[in-house]
């Protein structure tokens, strides 16, 4: 059965071996934050709701729990993460059997994206009988594996928490897809379909072959993108007045000269954030993560669209030098209003300065940079600091609330089962 957005518990089920996560360093539980952050990013006004991501692999044999079974079918899509252990797991074949059940030829073609991790793994396990059984020929799958080492994922950070462009890449061509088939999900009428039969509204079924380098072209496509949810009638949409989830991003400057000063100073602007979040009870906690950015490298970044606000560091750079770094930013960022806040920390030393200085469309503000641990802005311009939070904070909400005339159909409230 295939059913809207509405009727969706989950965004997506993740289909994975908890060995492969441990193994790969937790890429598969940064990958789902991952996934979550841009589709909230992506889907502004669309009420989503979570990812579900199980805490372990559950038992190699036996019966799907019934709980584990409703919650399959009360995902929108599954997402099937593929490396050694999954290939191993009997209970992995049994969770995609079960959504091969519930969705039907057109929820695989729809709603099934495939996440390689390894080529190998992923070569095996179409090899074997459970997936030719289970899958439609040619079903899709997405290389998110090191070209240069096969069996390896790509990295997922450069640096703290800085996406990499080759993951990026991948990921985007994912999550467009995905954006697509949720928007049109959101706006179908809540009554279900019979799987097999067209989805209304639904794009066409599968996504275009995009030629990668060193990647066979059979097996690149956009991993087929779901469109809808299944999911038992009555199943609640998300409420439209929770908080933003853990995904506040203030994206702040490294460089040559300043290469690790983005700690320290994220480290101030996290207090105050505290501090402002304490007060307005719609911020997200502790949710601010400084991340450091390599401006000088910013070419080699498709965009900065996962930024909720910017600041940059004026230290060594010369005024002409700092106006091309602002114009490289802007360029990365959403344009118009949607444009996340940023501002400028004008370091003291190297540079000195008594009096305000001057901007160039981004705020400037003084911090004392004497001892680089307790780097701090200077007590005259604290309200500007605050301010700057504020607009963060407003952006942040503002793209998290639902849209005036709500995509997504009022349901009766439930009270999920166990942890995701």
Known sequence: MINTLAQSRYTAFISYAHADDVACFDWITLFRKELERGLAASLRGVALPPVHQSGDNGPVAGVLGPELRERIEQSFAMVVVVHDNYVLSEWCRKELETFVQVFGPEGCQERLYIVALSEAAVKQAQAGEAWQRLLPAGQLWMPFFDPDKRTQPLEIYLGPQLVAPPFKQQFLRLREDFVAKLKAGASQAAAPIVAGSAVAGAPAPGVAPVAAPAVPQSLLGGAPAPATAATAAGTPAPAASAPPTADVRIYIES????????????????????????????????????????????????????????????????????????????????????????????????????????????????????????????????????????????????????????LVAPATARTPGGGT
Not at 278 to 286: D, E, H, R, S
Not at 307 to 330: C, F, H, M, R, S
Not at 335 to 344: F, I, M, T, Y
């Open 255 to 406: 460089n040559r000269h300043e290469v690790s000063l983005w700690q320290p100073l994220g480290e101030q602007i996290r207090r105050r954030w505290q501090a402002l979040a304490a007060a307005q009870p719609q911020a997200p906690g502790l949710n601010l993560r400084a991340r450091g950015l390599p401006v000088e490298q910013i070419d080699l970044y498709p965009s900065l669209d996962d930024a909720d606000g910017v600041v940059l560091l004026w230290g060594k750079k010369t005024p002409d030098a700092l106006v091309a770094q602002i114009n490289k930013v802007e360029n990365k960022m959403s344009p118009g209003r949607d444009a996340a806040p940023g501002v400028v920390a004008y370091l003291m030393p190297p540079q000195q300065s008594a009096d305000p200085v001057p901007a160039w469309g981004w705020p400037v503000l003084r911090f004392d940079a004497a001892a680089q641990g307790t780097i701090d802005v200077v007590p005259d311009e604290n309200d500007e600091l605050q301010d700057f939070l504020q607009r963060v904070l407003e952006r942040r909400l503002q793209r998290a609330a639902p849209a005036a005339a709500p």
